[in-house]
């Protein structure tokens, strides 16, 4: 099945940094999804991005599909950015499934 | 409000119990996923549905069962041939998209299961 790699495993930040984590996969996908899991445990869904560019307040997201990777940046970081970032990709064969990456652990301290 | 419910937040277990956890959802979505997380992984897909009275199994469905009686409802049980039970359990849902497509997955706030 496709593999899905993300970088840096855990990262620190100084409260208004600004920072970028990359998701590399291993095949061609249609789809790309990015998702924050607060400390709580929660998911939420940041992106929805097949390709291009997409931007939601102080976060945007890019994936080359081509090159078979994808970006998400975090610019002037807060505390409440602190959590696991995942990424996402359509499971090999389809069905509506998701094969999710092994995740970036952010800290933002004050 | 719409979105999907899981309960309950926390669940104890002793050897050799089942247990069932609860996923609700009012989003009208046709598609329902169990996944399991683990300490410092990531997420490991257990079942899905795509229709009522239909499930497929996923990567790691060994000790599980599920049900899928109402578009609403998709429970997962934990049966005593479950090797590892204790992990954080996560329900999510979506729309079903033709084409090889896959919709953006929706999360509830999930159940964390500790075998004593």
């Known amino acids: 099945g496709i593999q899905v790699e993300q970088s840096p495993p855990d990262l620190i930040l100084q409260e208004g940094a600004n920072s970028t984590l990359r998701c590399n996969f291993s095949d061609s996908v249609n789809n790309l999804q990015w998702f924050h899991q607060n400390p709580w445990g929660q998911l939420i869904n940041l992106f929805y991005i097949p390709s291009g560019t997409k931007q939601n307040g102080r976060l945007s997201a890019t994936t080359v599909a081509t090159e078979r990777y994808s970006l998400l940046y975090i610019s002037s970081s807060q505390t409440t950015d602190s959590g696991v970032y995942f990424c996402a990709v359509p499971f090999t064969g389809g069905g509506n499934k998701l094969t999710f990456g092994t995740g970036t652990q952010l800290k933002v301290e004050l | 409000d719409g979105g999907i419910t899981q309960s309950p937040k926390y669940l104890f277990r002793k050897e050799g119990q089942n247990v069932t956890l609860s996923c609700e959802q009012n989003?009208?979505?046709?598609?329902m996923y169990w996944y399991r997380q683990d300490p410092g992984q990531g997420l490991r897909l257990i079942y899905y549905?795509?229709?009522?009275?239909?499930?497929q199994k996923g990567d790691i469905a060994e000790g599980y069962s599920v049900s899928r009686e109402k578009k609403e409802s998709f429970p997962l049980t934990v049966t005593s041939a479950q090797k590892n039970p204790t992990a954080f359990y996560l329900c999510?849902?979506?729309?079903?998209?033709?084409?090889?497509?896959?919709?953006?997955?929706?999360f509830g706030p999930g159940t964390r299961l500790t075998v004593l």
């Open positions: 999510a849902s979506s729309s079903l998209l033709s084409g090889g497509f896959t919709d953006t997955q929706y």
């Open positions: 989003l009208n979505h046709d598609a």
């Open positions: 549905s795509q229709i009522v009275n239909d499930f």
